[in-house]
C-alpha cells in the first residue's frame, strides 16, 4: 500500500506542470492524493477478499445442482430427437425411402394436437393428432413416394423436400409464423423429483419413459 502511495504521489508531482495553471502547488496536489487515499482497505487497494468455507461450499453445490438439472435437460431432449427421427431410420432402413418431409409431419401434429386440444381438451387431441398424421402420412406414400420410389432416391429427396415447404406454407396460413401456446396439463404438470433446490417436471419424465420404451 505504502509502494502505490508512493508512486501516486510520485505521478501527481511529476504531472505539477499541468495542475499549475489551475493554481495547485506539487505540495499541495502531494497531500491531496494522500488525503484521498488515507482509509484505503486492502480489498480496495486489489488484495482478494477473503472467502468463507461456507461461501465455497454453497458455490460448489449451485454448481453441481446446475450441472445435474443441464444433464438431465440435455437427456430430455435428446430422447425427443430420437423420436422424431426413429421414424426416419426405420422407413429409410425398411423400404429404402428417403423422406425429408418427415419432420414437418412432425410439426402439422403438434399444430393439429394444440388445435384440437382448444377444442375437445389435451387427452383427446393426444389420441386423434397421431391418428390423423399417420392417415396424412400414408396418403403421401400411397399418392406421392409410391409414384417417385422407381426414378431413385433423387427423385424422392424433391418431391419431399417441395412438400416440407407446401406443409410449411400451408402452417403459416392457418396458424400464423408466431409460437402458439400449449400449455401442460396438470395431471402431468407437478413435481417428479427435488434435485438440490430444483424439480424435475412429470411431464419431462414421461417423455423419457415413452422413448426408452420406443428404443
Same mark, same amino acid.
Given at each position: 500500500?505504502?509502494?502505490?502511495?508512493?508512486?501516486?504521489?510520485?505521478?501527481?508531482?511529476?504531472?505539477?506542470?499541468?495542475?499549475?495553471?489551475?493554481?495547485?502547488?506539487?505540495?499541495?496536489?502531494?497531500?491531496?492524493?494522500?488525503?484521498?487515499?488515507?482509509?484505503?482497505?486492502?480489498?480496495?487497494?486489489?488484495?482478494?477478499?477473503?472467502?468463507?468455507?461456507?461461501?465455497?461450499?454453497?458455490?460448489?453445490?449451485?454448481?453441481?445442482?446446475?450441472?445435474?438439472?443441464?444433464?438431465?435437460?440435455?437427456?430430455?431432449?435428446?430422447?425427443?430427437?430420437?423420436?422424431? =427421427?426413429?421414424?426416419?431410420?426405420?422407413?429409410?432402413?425398411?423400404?429404402?425411402?428417403?423422406?425429408?418431409?418427415?419432420?414437418?409431419?412432425?410439426?402439422?401434429?403438434?399444430?393439429?394436437?394444440?388445435?384440437?386440444?382448444?377444442?375437445?381438451?389435451?387427452? @383427446?387431441?393426444?389420441?386423434?393428432?397421431?391418428?390423423?398424421?399417420?392417415?396424412?402420412?400414408?396418403?403421401?406414400?400411397?399418392? *406421392?413416394?409410391?409414384?417417385?420410389?422407381?426414378?431413385?432416391?433423387?427423385?424422392?429427396?424433391?418431391? =419431399?423436400?417441395?412438400?416440407?415447404?407446401?406443409?410449411?406454407?400451408?402452417?403459416?396460413?392457418?396458424?400464423?409464423?408466431?409460437?402458439?401456446?400449449?400449455?401442460?396439463?396438470?395431471?402431468?404438470?407437478?413435481?417428479?423429483?427435488?434435485?438440490? *433446490?430444483?424439480?424435475? @417436471?412429470?411431464?419431462?419424465?414421461?417423455?423419457?419413459?415413452?422413448?426408452?420404451?420406443?428404443?
Amino acid at each position: 500500500a505504502a509502494d502505490h502511495l508512493q508512486d501516486g504521489a510520485a505521478a501527481v508531482a511529476g504531472r505539477h506542470a499541468y495542475l499549475a495553471p489551475c493554481g495547485c502547488s506539487r505540495a499541495a496536489a502531494q497531500r491531496a492524493f494522500a488525503g484521498a487515499c488515507v482509509g484505503l482497505s486492502p480489498r480496495t487497494l486489489g488484495t482478494p477478499p477473503r472467502t468463507s468455507a461456507y461461501d465455497s461450499n454453497g458455490a460448489r453445490a449451485l454448481m453441481l445442482e446446475l450441472a445435474t438439472v443441464s444433464l438431465l435437460n440435455g437427456v430430455v431432449y435428446g430422447l425427443l430427437l430420437f423420436m422424431l =427421427t426413429s421414424g426416419l431410420t426405420l422407413i429409410f432402413s425398411m423400404m429404402g425411402v428417403l423422406n425429408f418431409a418427415h419432420a414437418s409431419v412432425f410439426m402439422l401434429g403438434a399444430y393439429l394436437s394444440f388445435q384440437f386440444g382448444r377444442w375437445i381438451g389435451f387427452w @383427446p387431441a393426444l389420441v386423434i393428432a397421431p391418428v390423423l398424421c399417420g392417415l396424412f402420412g400414408a396418403a403421401i406414400e400411397r399418392y *406421392g413416394l409410391r409414384r417417385v420410389h422407381a426414378r431413385g432416391h433423387v427423385a424422392e429427396i424433391l418431391f =419431399t423436400f417441395g412438400l416440407a415447404y407446401v406443409i410449411e406454407e400451408i402452417v403459416t396460413m392457418i396458424w400464423g409464423r408466431n409460437a402458439v401456446a400449449n400449455p401442460v396439463p396438470a395431471a402431468i404438470d407437478f413435481p417428479l423429483l427435488q434435485i438440490f *433446490g430444483s424439480t424435475f @417436471p412429470a411431464y419431462k419424465g414421461l417423455m423419457m419413459a415413452i422413448s426408452v420404451t420406443m428404443f
